[in-house]
């Protein structure tokens, strides 16, 4: 009996011992809930967030979003920064050395965001290539660029061409996920390859690829495009006195030499402009793109039907399918087409025109995958890029309602805005390397009020 007294006491004792010390640390938490209840009963507002954009306004009727008139020297787009190693300032290197020589472990700081993350079909960087300066040119565009406000756009050391040697199974993997013009999305490995292996000179590397015969003079390039601004221009002489003549599309020049000039030694299309003109400007007097000795044919490569085209073009044989099967190629380029007489633009600098120099809002939009500048920008930025001076007629200018949409045109048609293109973001372009003196634009002088 006793010694279960004593089991019974001994088992009090610890319920005892045991709810002291639960009712110490309910004591304590108490008291650390009261001296934190400011802190506890602060509601914290959710913070804005700055940079979020506003959703795109809806566009009406496929017109380009760009509409309004933009000030010519406020509607360029800021340059992309292109990552790459950073050299340690002065103050970054005095920042290493003191925290070298302490003992305690330097507090990392994440770097603060230049800016969003480009989206993947942005895709800003691009093949390398060698390009050997053609002339000694000390008034070269490449030379003047980059003291301009368009010097961190300027890549030099990119391929304005594709060619034989560009066409690997590494590239296509890369060039395959991007569509359209912009890369090799869509298009089989196998065309490419039947495609580009026939363009496999030094000719269908270059853009000018016969400048020996012109010596060593600076090379001079008149781009013409067909704006209504040349009607009654009077500049045929002016143009056709340039070593090379840029055109492009549905180009009439019978009738029009004293506006337009005679010559042609480089035609920009694509194989859907090129039917587009030809099924649309037939009234007007185009039956196909210039033929002449000098003529090189520059395609645009927006589907592979321009593949399938060039590649029917080099070999002299029916095209083998797609929309244009069984057409043959000697009806558009002449009986004596060679290959090397044939080029095609690199679809890295497509994307690349479209990313640094006219990066337009539609990328913004549910159209992304169909903007692309047009076919006369690339023509004319492609001029940039390899002429060592460039003149521009017939392009875009301030005034455009002026004048009709092309200077064959029997009657006034305005110019028109469409979404897979940007003529606005264009036209200040254009107005923006004029006064940079990168290009001289043609533009009619004001009439005097006097």
């Not at 009406?60 to 950073?86: A, F, K």
């Not at 003149?391 to 897979?420: E, K, L, M, Q």
Request: hydrophobic share 30%.
């Amino acid at each position: 009996m006793s010694l279960l007294r004593s089991l019974l006491c001994g088992v009090g004792a610890f319920i005892l011992v045991l709810c002291v010390c639960i009712l110490c640390l309910n004591l304590q938490w108490i008291l650390t809930w009261f001296i934190g209840l400011p802190g506890i009963l602060h509601v914290t507002k959710p913070r804005t967030n700055s940079s979020s954009q506003h959703p795109n306004e809806p566009l009406e009727r496929g017109i380009s979003t760009n509409q309004r008139p933009l000030s010519p020297l406020t509607s360029t787009p800021s340059p992309i920064r292109v990552p790459h190693t950073l050299t340690p300032t002065k103050r970054q290197k005095t920042t290493q050395k003191k925290s070298e020589s302490s003992t305690k472990s330097p507090t990392i700081r994440p770097n603060r965001a230049t800016g969003p993350t480009e989206p993947p079909f942005i895709g800003d960087s691009y093949m390398r290539e060698d390009v050997p300066q053609r002339t000694d040119c000390s008034d070269s565009i490449r030379g003047q660029i980059k003291k301009t406000v368009f010097g961190s756009r300027f890549l030099g050391h990119l391929p304005v061409l594709q060619w034989a040697k560009h066409v690997t199974e590494e590239q296509y993997e890369r060039l395959s996920q991007y569509p359209g013009a912009h890369g090799w999305g869509g298009i089989k490995y196998k065309t490419l390859v039947e495609t580009l292996s026939v363009l496999n000179s030094s000719a269908n590397q270059q853009m000018l690829d016969n400048w020996e015969t012109h010596g060593n003079e600076c090379s001079r390039c008149a781009v013409v495009g067909n704006g209504g601004i040349l009607n009654n221009s009077q500049k045929g002489q002016e143009i056709d006195g340039h070593h090379y003549v840029f055109r492009t599309n549905g180009v009439i020049i019978k009738g029009f030499e004293q506006d337009v000039g005679s010559r042609t030694t480089h035609y920009t299309f694509s194989t859907n402009t090129l039917m587009n003109s030809i099924r649309k400007y037939a009234v007007n007097g185009y039956k196909g793109p210039p033929v002449s000795k000098e003529m090189r044919y520059v395609f645009l490569p927006d589907h592979d039907r321009d593949y399938l085209l060039v590649k029917a073009a080099a070999t002299h044989t029916p095209v083998d399918r797609g929309p244009e099967k069984d057409k043959d190629p000697s009806k558009y380029f002449g009986e004596d087409v060679s290959a090397e007489k044939l080029k095609m633009y690199h679809p890295d600098f497509i994307r690349y025109l479209r990313n640094r120099f006219l990066r337009s809002n539609a990328l913004k939009t549910k159209y992304k995958d169909i903007y692309r500048p047009s076919t006369g920008a690339v023509m004319l930025l492609a001029a940039l890029h390899v002429c060592d001076q460039v003149s521009a007629y017939g392009f875009i200018t301030p005034d455009y309602r002026n004048y009709s949409d092309h200077y064959y045109d029997r009657s006034y048609h305005p110019v028109g805005f469409y979404i897979n293109h940007d003529l606005r973001l264009e036209m200040n372009l254009w107005q923006q390397l004029h006064q940079a003196g990168l290009i001289r634009l043609y533009m009619r002088q004001k009439k005097s009020t006097d």
